[in-house]
C-alpha cells in the first residue's frame, strides 16, 4: 500500500527485470517502425468495448472495458442550484451609484464558472486522496472547464457556458468515475474516454420557463435536450454542434517513435510521458486545451548491471580501465538497462504535440470513432 | 466533504474588510486594477536564500518582489484590501533518511513532496487540511524533481519535502467577477516558486542532481476590454491580478545544462489567439519557449544562492 502510494502518478512501478526493460525499449525505440508487444501500429489504439446510458438513474453514462479486462463506468448527475458570487470575490461594480443591480450579478452568471463541474474518480486500492486520483481528477476536470465560448455570447461555446441557466440559476454538474478492475495500466486513457463518451450521452430536461424566472421544466423526459447538441444531419451544421468534450491522450516517447495508448509494458520504458488534451474547436479543426508532464515509471526501476561491473563475471570479460566513469554511472552500455534521467528536449514535446493535432492524426481518428458509438 | 474536526477552525464562509463606497468613489485609486510596470520579457525580482531553517538538512526561502502598486499600498495605505499579493515560501528537505522498516524495498531514493498553503496564505482561508489543488502541486512538484535528483546513488532511502507558502498569487484582480477565462492561474506561478526553491534546497542539503532545476511561467493575457479587438500578449512571469483575463499559460521546470524539461504544465485555450506577424510558431510553442526564459532568468538567481550557500559551509 504504501509502495501503491508513493509511486503516485507514475502509477505501479513495473515488475519487470532490468533486461526485459531494456529489450522492450530496443524494440520500441527503433527508428521509423517501432515493434510494440501486441503488435499495434504506434498509434493504434487498444481494442474497447463501450455502451452508454447504462445507469438509469443518471442524465448521462458509459462504459467502456479494454480487451485486458480493465473497465470503467462514469456517470454524470446534474442538479440545479442558485448562483451566488462567492465570498473572495468582490465585484468593483458594487460601488458605481450608476450601476443597477440586475447587471451587476454580471459576468460570472453569463459565462459560467469552472466550480460548477465536480469530478471524482475512485480507483480500487487507492484512498480518495490519493495523489493518482487526484491528479487524474484534476487533469480531466482543468479541461473540461478549460474550454470557453466560441463567440462571445459563451452560450455555444464551452460546457461552463452551457450550464448556466438565467443570471440567477444555474446546473451543477457531478462527474463520478468508478474504474472497476484494478489499474492494470494507467488508466487515463480509459477514464477519459469514458467520460467523453457519458458526457455526449448528457441530457438535461427542456427548460420551460424563460427568461429570469425561476427555472421550470418539462417531465417529458423524451424531449430533453443533449447536453452537447448532436448534429442529426450532416449537411448544415452550426458551429456549436461542432463542440464535443474534451479527450485527453496518453502519448510516450520511447528515442525518436511517438506511441500513442500505452500499455503497461510499454510506459514502463518511456522517455517521457504527456497527457494531451484536445477537443473539436469551431471550424471542425482540432484545439489543444491542455498538457501536462507524467513522472514517467522507467526513473523508479532497477539498473542492469554491465558484465564489466559483475562480480560474478569477474575474469570473463577484459578488465577495462575506465572505472571512474562508469562510478558515475552516465554512458550507457547498449543492451543494459538505465533508468531514465532528467527530462525531455522541448523538439521531443513539439513532435508529440504535432502528432496529436495534425489534420487526420490520431486526435481526429478518436473524436470520430467515439461520435461513432451509438448513443440511445 | 473533508472537515477538520480536531480543531476549532474559523468560519467557513469567511468575511471581509469593509471597503467604504464614498472610498472608491473619491478615485484614491483603491478601485484601480494594478498595471504592469515590466517590460513583457522582465521577470519580478526573485529574493533566495538558503540554511535559514537549521533543523533541516536542507531549506530555503523565496520571495517574489511585490508589484509597484503593491509596495506603494505598503506605504501609504488607503484600503484595508492590498492591491496584489506576491509570493512567499519557504521550503524544507528532510533526508536522505532510512526508509521505514514497513516500506518495501526500493533500489531508488524515494521522494515525497508535501505542498502547504497557510491558512493565511490567500484572500480565502485555507483549512488546515491539503485540498486537491494542493495535492496536484505536489504531483507537479514531484515530477519536477525526480527528472533531476541522480536517484540511484540513495537505495532504501527517503527524501521529504514540504513547503509552506506563506504568501500565495491572486487567481484574478480580486474586484475582477471570474470571467470565462478563469482558472487557478495563481497556482501556476506558485508552483515555478516551489520548484525555485526547492531545487536550492536540494542543493543545501547536498544532494545529488543532474542540474539546478529551475521553475518559469510564461502567459499569454488580454487586456483589452472586448477579446476580439486585439491579439493577446505573451508576457514572461505574468502577475495576475495585473491583467483582465489570462488566456493561456504554462510552467516549466527546465534544467539549463542539458536543456531539458522535467515538468511541463500547460493550460488554457489559446486556439483563437495568434502571435505578432512573422512569428512561425504556433501558440503553444511559443508559450513553452517563453516560460523556459523566465526558467533561465529564475536559473541564474538559484545558481547564485547556491554559490553563497556554499560559501557559507566552506568558511
Known amino acids: 500500500m504504501s509502495n501503491q502510494r508513493q509511486a503516485s502518478s507514475a502509477s505501479q512501478t513495473p515488475h519487470l527485470s532490468p533486461a526485459e526493460l531494456s529489450y522492450l525499449y530496443t524494440s520500441l525505440s527503433l527508428p521509423g517502425s517501432p515493434i510494440r508487444p501486441d503488435g499495434r501500429s504506434p498509434t493504434q489504439f487498444r481494442p474497447l468495448t463501450a455502451e452508454t446510458n447504462i445507469l438509469p438513474g443518471t442524465n448521462g453514462s458509459a462504459r467502456i472495458g479494454f480487451a485486458d479486462g480493465t473497465q470503467a463506468i462514469v456517470g454524470v448527475k446534474a442538479e440545479v442550484e442558485r448562483t451566488t458570487l462567492s465570498a473572495d470575490t468582490l465585484d468593483a461594480r458594487e460601488f458605481d451609484p450608476n450601476h443597477d443591480r440586475e447587471s451587476q450579478e454580471g459576468s460570472a452568471a453569463v459565462s459560467g464558472h469552472g466550480s460548477w463541474v465536480q469530478m471524482s474518480i475512485e480507483i480500487p486500492g487507492f484512498r480518495d486522496d490519493d495523489a493518482l486520483p487526484v491528479f487524474l481528477s484534476e487533469m480531466m476536470r482543468e479541461s473540461l472547464v478549460g474550454s470557453v465560448g466560441a463567440d462571445e455570447s459563451g452560450m455555444a461555446g464551452g460546457l461552463k457556458g452551457r450550464l448556466v441557466i438565467n443570471k440567477r440559476w444555474h446546473w451543477r454538474l457531478y462527474i463520478d468515475v468508478l474504474l472497476l478492475s484494478q489499474p492494470l495500466s494507467y488508466p487515463l486513457p480509459l477514464l477519459s474516454l469514458t467520460t467523453h463518451l457519458a458526457l455526449l450521452s448528457t441530457k438535461l430536461p427542456k427548460l420551460k420557463s424563460q427568461g429570469e424566472e425561476d427555472p421550470f421544466f418539462d417531465d417529458d423526459w423524451a424531449v430533453a435536450e443533449y447536453l452537447y447538441p448532436r448534429s442529426s444531419s450532416t449537411l448544415k451544421k452550426s458551429p456549436s454542434q461542432h463542440v464535443r468534450p474534451p479527450v485527453t491522450l496518453l502519448v510516450i516517447s520511447v528515442g525518436d517513435n511517438v506511441i500513442f495508448d500505452p500499455n503497461r509494458e510499454e510506459i514502463a520504458v518511456a522517455d517521457a510521458v504527456l497527457a494531451i488534451s484536445v477537443t473539436r474547436g469551431e471550424g471542425g479543426g482540432l484545439k489543444l486545451l491542455s498538457i501536462r508532464t507524467i513522472d514517467p515509471p522507467s526513473r523508479l526501476t532497477q539498473p542492469g548491471i554491465p558484465n564489466s561491473e559483475n562480480v560474478n563475471m569477474l575474469g570473463a570479460t577484459p578488465a577495462e580501465e575506465n572505472a571512474l566513469t562508469q562510478a558515475t554511472g552516465e554512458e550507457e552500455v547498449s543492451g543494459v538497462w538505465r533508468p531514465r534521467r532528467g527530462g525531455v528536449k522541448r523538439s521531443v514535446v513539439a513532435n508529440m504535440v504535432r502528432t496529436v493535432l495534425k489534420k487526420g492524426g490520431v486526435g481526429e481518428e478518436v473524436l470520430e470513432g467515439l461520435e461513432g458509438v451509438e448513443v440511445v | 466533504m473533508m472537515a477538520d474536526r480536531r480543531r476549532v477552525n474559523g468560519p467557513s464562509g469567511g468575511t471581509r474588510p469593509a471597503v467604504f463606497a464614498s472610498l472608491a468613489e473619491s478615485g484614491t485609486g483603491v478601485s484601480e486594477r494594478a498595471q504592469r510596470q515590466r517590460q513583457p520579457s522582465e521577470l519580478r525580482k526573485i529574493f533566495l536564500k538558503t540554511g535559514l531553517i537549521p533543523t533541516a538538512s536542507g531549506s530555503s526561502y523565496l520571495e517574489f518582489e511585490p508589484s509597484a502598486s503593491l509596495a506603494a499600498a505598503r506605504i501609504n495605505p488607503k484600503s484595508l484590501i492590498p492591491p496584489s499579493s506576491a509570493l512567499k515560501l519557504a521550503c524544507t528537505v528532510h533526508g536522505p533518511k532510512p526508509l521505514p522498516r514497513s516500506a518495501a524495498f526500493s533500489p531508488n531514493l524515494v521522494l515525497t513532496t508535501h505542498v502547504k498553503y497557510a491558512p493565511f496564505a490567500a484572500r480565502k482561508r485555507r483549512g488546515h487540511i491539503r485540498d486537491a489543488s494542493e495535492r496536484d502541486l505536489g504531483v507537479h512538484l514531484e515530477t519536477a524533481l525526480r527528472g533531476a535528483i541522480i536517484a540511484e546513488r540513495w537505495p532504501k532511502s ?134 523556459v526564459d523566465a526558467a ?20
Open chain 2, 158 to 291: 527517503g527524501l521529504d519535502i514540504t513547503i509552506t507558502i506563506l504568501e500565495a498569487e491572486d487567481d484574478r484582480w480580486w474586484a475582477d467577477a471570474p470571467d470565462s477565462h478563469d482558472a487557478s492561474w495563481g497556482m501556476m506561478n506558485v508552483l515555478a516558486g516551489c520548484i525555485t526553491a526547492a531545487s536550492a534546497a536540494i542543493a543545501d542539503a547536498h544532494i545529488d542532481c543532474l542540474d539546478l532545476v529551475a521553475g518559469g511561467v510564461a502567459a499569454l493575457v488580454s487586456d483589452e476590454e472586448k477579446q476580439s479587438s486585439a491579439a493577446p500578449k505573451l508576457m514572461l512571469d505574468a502577475d495576475p491580478a495585473e491583467h483582465r483575463s489570462i488566456v493561456s499559460a504554462c510552467v516549466v521546470a527546465y534544467m539549463p545544462a542539458r536543456d531539458e524539461i522535467t515538468e511541463l504544465w500547460l493550460k488554457g485555450d489559446s486556439s483563437k489567439a495568434s502571435l505578432e506577424n512573422g512569428d512561425k510558431r504556433s501558440v503553444h510553442e511559443a508559450l513553452l519557449d517563453g516560460a
Open chain 2, 296 to 315: 533561465r532568468g529564475a536559473h541564474t538567481v538559484l545558481a547564485e544562492a547556491v554559490r553563497e550557500s556554499l560559501l557559507k559551509t566552506v568558511g
